[in-house]
């Protein structure tokens, strides 16, 4: 089985931690998917896989193709929790469609807000790259099927913000020291001007968790992909060396140290996890190995990522095969977790 | 380098830790030390110790005498954290002598409270064996010393709590599940109707840390040496039998599990170690370890004894030779505590 782009050890960087591109795009000639029912939808879902089959004819066994319809509840959430489709394309169920590719690094979304959403996921910083595998796409989508184009406006969609290039590029940082400084509040407003949010990837607002972030282009329209991506990378970059700065600073504090190496401890033996504090834990790992304080001891590269891609309640829940109760997917993440940290 | 008594493994039990017998004697001619300048208790001290050389001429190179006099601050404290001479006589200093055997497994304080105190120490529940040797201690002395004792109350100490056989035997027991659902408390009470004392070990009140105790007659007139050791065996070993009973109950709950695996944990990586946590974790350490917690990990079977004989703040400062601040003292703690725990 091809290796998930996420379990990609040597792609770790101490900041950036994935990048995803999106495009949205819309058949010419059909109704936006809130104004189809679930028949119609399906026809065009259709439509678009029919396109997908011809432009992608040889290389189609490198994806699977997935009725949302036909999935049950807890398999769609575990596509959410591992950051591969929308909350609302989980939730909408049938006439939804999903071409993902085995590595996950491709992921289009038929009929979720938009006709079709191409993602694209990279890990670390890879704007560029995956941006041009996203174009690459959409051109090869676009000489099979018709897309809904203005030459004034640019590519139409079902909402505004969308409007233009249909492009939403973001990345995922870690920021744990600036988010320990308080620095992260002041960085929010000011990339809010420069026509760019940031979120907190688990938690909200004061309860934001292990300092995971995204940060995304708002801007669409009268904007080119390009420039979009660019502002969006240089921004990025100065987020980055304003981290590792702070980080210098937190890293040499005793209680940090203290901290990240219980985190290992903890991690390494715990037999009951809550999804919170796992998240906590694998921030405190990511931080530690990427500033170096764990000398002498055996990790895998790629436990940081694992451990929230693989400890979601859904994601566990498909895992053991069966509904679990709060207490018993606390017991099977940290299985989970035990066994990626023993995977040396 | 002989090995401390309580570094011996296979000694441990899973409740009972250590046994004590302590007999308090005073010289026929001498007035009690508190009503001794210190160049009169020397006098006292030589007597005694040329008593004891002339007793023990084939074993004196088993002991070490130490003139308390003489010794710094930290190292007499260090010898009150490894239980081995009183508070009070740690600060007695000037005139005050111990005989301490190179295995710590006897301790004879000169000048404390009475003249001579003899304390034999043992791992486990060693009543009979530890007064045995208590015993043959005190007639050795006797043969060379004339001891005050008076046909009708038998000998006289300076405290009448002690007065009759001089003997105080006591007992630490880790009572872990006990401590956690409350019977501690009522065991208290019933204790000191039957004549004998608990007391909690490290902490005071409801601040007992990690469910040490320590249980000891308190009555020594009117009553034989026998008797006063086999009651305190009886009730030791009731006492024993409710807490493995309770332990049966305690040990299956996963998040008493979850706790002493994480202890595990937190012991191998931890920086910084407070003394109070570091009591709390030895004392989820040796749980674990009696109760078959710790499945596939190798873990020295004296750890949890070093972990709290090793860890007091002045023993600590004895091993860096120089004064530590109060975090210095926590990183060395650590240091010392991840030294036992990797030393399989």
Same mark, same amino acid.
Request: charged content about 25%.
């Given at each position: ?163 233009? $290039? ?53 801007? $669409? ?56 504090? $796992? ?66």
């Amino acid at each position: 089985m091809k290796e998930k782009w996420y379990n990609e050890a040597a792609a770790n960087e101490p900041v950036a931690i994935s990048t995803r591109i999106r495009l949205a795009r819309n058949l010419k000639d059909a109704a936006f998917p809130r104004l189809l029912d679930s028949i119609q939808k399906r026809e065009v879902a259709e439509k678009v896989l029919d396109g997908f089959k011809t432009a992608f004819a040889e290389r189609v066994d490198e994806f699977d193709i997935i009725d949302m319809g036909k999935l049950k509840e807890e398999a769609a959430y575990s596509l959410v929790e591992r950051r591969l489709v929308s909350q609302e394309f989980a939730a909408a169920g049938e006439g939804g469609f999903l071409i993902l590719s085995k590595d996950h690094s491709v992921s289009i979304m038929l009929n979720e807000e938009d006709h079709v959403r191409i993602q694209v996921l990279a890990s670390g910083l890879q704007l560029e790259n995956a941006y041009t595998m996203a174009n690459q796409i959409d051109d090869m989508l676009n000489a099979r099927l018709e897309f809904a184009y203005d030459a004034r406006l640019g590519y139409l969609t079902e909402c505004p913000t969308n409007l233009g $290039t249909g492009l939403r590029a973001s990345v995922m940082l870690h920021l744990p020291a600036m988010l320990a400084s308080g620095s992260v509040g002041r960085l929010a407003e000011t990339v809010s001007r420069l026509g760019f949010t940031v979120r907190g990837a688990y938690g909200e607002g004061s309860e934001v968790r292990g300092g995971f972030f995204q940060i995304s282009n708002q801007i $669409t329209l009268g904007i080119s992909e390009t420039n979009a991506i660019d502002n969006l990378s240089t921004v990025v970059k100065q987020i980055i060396a304003t981290e590792e700065d702070e980080r210098k600073r937190l890293i040499v504090q005793p209680e940090v140290q203290d901290r990240m190496w219980r985190s290992l401890g903890v991690l390494r033996t715990a037999r009951l996890l809550s999804g919170d504090e $796992t998240v906590e834990l694998a921030s405190n790992l990511r931080l530690g190995m990427a500033c170096g304080v764990f000398k002498g001891e055996k990790i895998d590269p790629s436990a940081p990522g694992k451990l929230i891609a693989l400890t979601g309640p859904a994601t566990l829940t498909v895992q053991s095969g069966r509904k679990l109760s709060a207490h018993e997917r606390d017991t099977l993440r940290a299985q989970t977790v035990r066994s990626i940290m023993n995977d040396k």
